[in-house]
């Protein structure tokens, strides 16, 4: 397993550049340019398409969050309708060629918490519940502590196989079926998302097992159908889908924000993720 601290945060470069000079004629009593800095991609753009403008790119420009950002964040309309944070990000990415919602999962998290350290600082106190006792009590995450992990391909005990084209093919243990797989990005993201919210309105039993199975596998034994996806997972044995799953977990490029929870109460302990919403982003609610 490959992991580097401190590349979210610590590895970024600001843009030293000078501001621009201000025209004759403007009205402007100054001019300057927003900072910008350089976030280190976990896919190091392996994984991106050869069209894409990420491809081989193993960091992004991003500039630092001004008050334009701040009031996307607070936008009910924006929050109502769950794209505040994507607004952000795309409103950040210098480059404007690169569309948010085709960032793989990682990426864009790791953006995402480069924008918050630079925004309000590496300290995030939150409220979490001690999964024992249940007391609601504040916890201290410490940003700067992100592992950025770049996905690991051979692993003992694991059939998979990179593709080096964006998928992996695996052979799942029980019915010996070869399923190829692909990342997640920022679109699939949001359609999960949107999938569990309208299971919850509709008073549906959620389907977050099968539906990320269908977001990520694009064949079976080289059959693209949407007939053949279809049939796999809707009987696919539990200890295949497990292996998905698994598999998926060892080969995406993430940053890790696990960090060890210890309850004030209770002396419950144990590993704890913070959460990456849109609250995220505000330190002193």
Known sequence: MSRNKERTGGAQQQDTSPPPQVMQGESTPFSFVVPTEFVELPSGGKFYPE???????????????????????????????????????????????????????????????????????????????CPSCMTVQDFAFDLNKADVYEGEIEKDGWDVSDNNNGTFNLTLPKTRVVVTFRLLTGRDEKAIFSGMEQDRKQKKHEQNVTRQLKNIVVAVNDDTSEQAINYLIANIPSMDARHIRLAYRFVAPNVDLTQYFECTQCEFAQEMEVPLSADFFWPDR
């Open 51 to 129: 069209d894409h403008p990420l491809h081989g790119e193993s960091s992004i420009e991003i500039r630092q969050m001004t008050a334009k950002e701040e009031d996307m964040l607070t936008s009910r309309t924006l929050l109502k309708k769950g794209v505040a944070l994507d607004r952000v990000i795309g409103s950040l990415i210098v480059n404007k060629r690169i569309n948010p919602d085709s960032l793989l999962v990682g990426d864009r998290n790791a953006i995402i918490i480069a924008t918050r350290v630079s925004a309000y600082g590496n300290d995030y106190t939150t409220k979490v519940t």
